[in-house]
């Protein structure tokens, strides 16, 4: 079935380092792929989607790659701050028939100033 | 432009009772989606529903668990006789009418965070 891995965490980083989180992915056919942030106590707001291969999606400086040989969508941000601790969730869209989410387990990170 | 409305924020059942979490899409969206997290887990899919139709129940435990979303009004997760294992955050989200193109990105609500003594 249909399914979304993601890095384990939590990860921790000093400020300003480079921000890496692995996501991939199992689906049929040619799923939208999302990522959403949670910060404490509070929903998942969208962070950035691509909805076919080789897209970029990119928002606050956090970039990713729809890649379909790989079938990857990892997340990056060149820089990041005390303020991007969050929780970032890696999902998929089932749009066959119905529209549900697939999502990762998430992954915390924890900046360090 | 308000978003995805939920309420109650905390809602505390002793076992055995009865749990309604409402859902207020946010304005011109009839796509409603219902997912449930488990602590330091992801989100699950439980349903998703447009006005007055369940669209897709494959999330939904089989005993217990009822959702509907009335032609009026928010939409309700209804859990009856409440166990511990029932204590979890529930979001609802919402999409707006239209083609897949439009239709996959789902806006989150601020969640429900029911505990069950």
């Known amino acids: 079935g249909d399914s979304v891995t993601q890095m384990e965490g939590p990860v921790t980083l000093s400020e300003e380092a480079f921000l890496t989180i692995n996501c991939t992915y199992t689906?049929?056919?040619?799923?939208?792929l999302f990522w959403y942030v949670q910060y404490p106590g509070e929903g998942l707001q969208l962070l950035l989607k691509?909805?076919?291969?080789?897209d970029k999606g990119s928002n606050k400086g956090f970039e990713a790659t729809y890649r379909k040989e790989t079938t990857s969508f990892h997340l990056e941000k060149g820089s990041v701050q005390v303020s991007d601790s969050a929780v970032y969730f890696c999902a998929l869209i089932i749009t066959s028939g119905t529209y549900k989410y697939i999502f990762g387990t998430g992954t915390r990170l924890k900046v360090l100033a | 432009n308000a978003g995805v409305m939920q309420n109650p924020r905390h809602l505390v059942r002793r076992r055995g009772q009865e749990a309604r979490l409402r859902c207020s899409p946010m304005k011109g969206h009839s796509h409603v989606y219902w997912y449930r997290q488990l602590p330091e887990e992801g989100l699950k899919f439980m349903v998703y529903l447009q006005k007055e139709n369940i669209i897709d129940e494959s999330g939904m435990p089989k005993e217990r668990f009822s959702a509907e979303f009335p032609k009026e009004g928010p939409s309700i997760l209804r859990i009856q006789q409440v166990v511990r294992g029932d204590s979890a955050a529930y979001f609802c989200a919402s999409s707006p009418p239209g083609t897949a193109a439009s239709t996959d990105t789902q806006y989150f609500g601020p969640g429900t965070r029911l505990t069950v003594l």
């Open positions: 691509a909805t076919k291969a080789d």
């Open positions: 689906a049929t056919g040619y799923p939208s």
